[in-house]
């Protein structure tokens, strides 16, 4: 279950997939592909405050827990700096490659929510944010979800 802080505030989860990745590691190689995930690791880490956690999940995969977000409006501001931080050219040796992210937003619904449930709600919105197409969010509200019984 998801650490809570002592005020029991809830938390929201981004999780993040860069988009057009696979080409980059195809054309330019992993080492450029490792380049572009750490520039991405930068920026992910600037657009978030000191007390967010950012992870990498694996491969292009990025997960940022906002901590004490209950309001979807929030979250969506943030997952906005991280779509601009994503779409912004990466410098790889010179070299400007253009990606971009596809971002999937969930707050925390009730209390008794664990990290499992909310990784999952924020994973499916990500799915539904790429089939909307890339460079884009898909979120979801506290109220959308039933408080369990």
Known sequence: MAQRRAD????????????????????????????????????????????????????????????GAGHLAAAEAVADQV????????????????LGASIGVAVMAHDAMGLPELMALADRELYRAKADGHGRRASLAPVDIAEPA
């Open 8 to 67: 029991n505030q809830r938390h929201a989860l981004l999780y993040i997939d860069l988009d057009h990745f696979k080409p980059v590691n195809d054309s330019l190689g992993h080492q450029a592909g490792d380049a572009v995930l750490q520039q991405f690791a930068s920026r992910l880490a600037g657009a978030v405050r000191s007390l967010d956690l950012v992870a990498r999940l694996g491969g292009d995969e990025f997960a940022v827990l906002l901590a």
């Open 83 to 98: 779509l601009a931080a994503a779409a912004a050219p990466f410098d790889i040796d010179g070299r400007a490659v253009q």
